[in-house]
């Protein structure tokens, strides 16, 4: 008993670290992400390829993390508004894996290797990515991306709101909508501030509170209780 004790507290540490801090580390990376220059990207990104690069590649486990904490964020809630949530968030995230590493991660290896090009072959280059960047697979992606951001974050709210959460957390939660636009500076940063406050507002207030455990969202609490029930139970049939 006492090791699952010990067990279920892990599980509450480590939920809660991928719950606060993706949010927060996704916001301080993305405080170092300008928007992209699609006139000019090769004049824009070549002085920061590296970094550019780098960026992108931390971003995709922290997009795969992100769209755990939406889950972490409505577990237990079983409504239709939270199953919708975790059909939109699959996708979502899905599709901010991709759009980041077609259109991120190319654009930054295409500029590193600008350099080395003569002006001529540049304008080449140039003009490729500006056929890349309006070709119909992009586009129809960077849509899917922020509709599906948005339905998710929307039904995340709305579930929580009907589970019992108070008005202006659920409020704060819907600012994240400004991620599904852009990862970019400013939308990105705020976006995942108002994720972070969010749920900071919900995991250690709301579900600590009576509210919260009257519909059955508490976390430490019911979970003890279970575990001593449990106990009880086993040592009964025992005697």
């Not at 769209?67 to 237990?76: M, N």
């Not at 968030?89 to 894996?97: D, E, G, H």
């Not at 540049?122 to 990515?129: F, G, K, N, P, T």
Request: proline letters at 5%; one cysteine or more; a neutral charge.
């Amino acid at each position: 008993m006492q090791t699952d004790i010990v067990s279920s507290q892990r599980q509450k540490v480590l939920r809660r670290i991928i719950l606060l801090g993706t949010p927060l580390i996704l916001g301080v990376l993305e405080l170092g992400h300008p928007l992209l220059d699609r006139v000019n990207p090769i004049k824009m990104l070549a002085p920061i390829s590296m970094w550019w690069i780098v960026l992108h590649l931390l971003l995709i486990p922290l997009f795969a993390l992100m769209g755990y904490a939406i889950f972490i964020l409505i577990r237990d809630i079983n409504s239709p508004s939270a199953i919708l949530c975790r059909y939109a968030t699959v996708i979502y995230i899905s599709f901010a894996i991709g759009y980041d590493a077609l259109v991120g991660l190319t654009s930054g290896v295409l500029a590193s290797n600008a350099s080395s090009l003569t002006n001529a072959q540049q304008s080449i280059l140039l003009e490729a990515m500006h056929q890349f960047y309006i070709s119909p697979a992009i586009t129809v992606s960077g849509y899917i991306l922020v509709i599906s951001g948005i339905v998710s974050i929307c039904a995340a709210a709305w579930a929580l709101y009907h589970a019992g959460v108070p008005l202006i957390p659920v409020i704060v939660l819907l600012g994240t909508v400004l991620t599904a636009y852009s990862h970019a500076l400013p939308f990105g940063p705020l976006g995942s501030a108002c994720f972070f406050v969010a749920a900071l507002w919900i995991e250690l207030v709301w579900r600590k509170s009576p509210s919260g455990e009257k519909h059955g969202m508490g976390n430490d609490g019911a979970t003890h209780k279970d575990e001593v029930l449990t106990g009880n139970v086993v040592s009964g049939e025992q005697a």
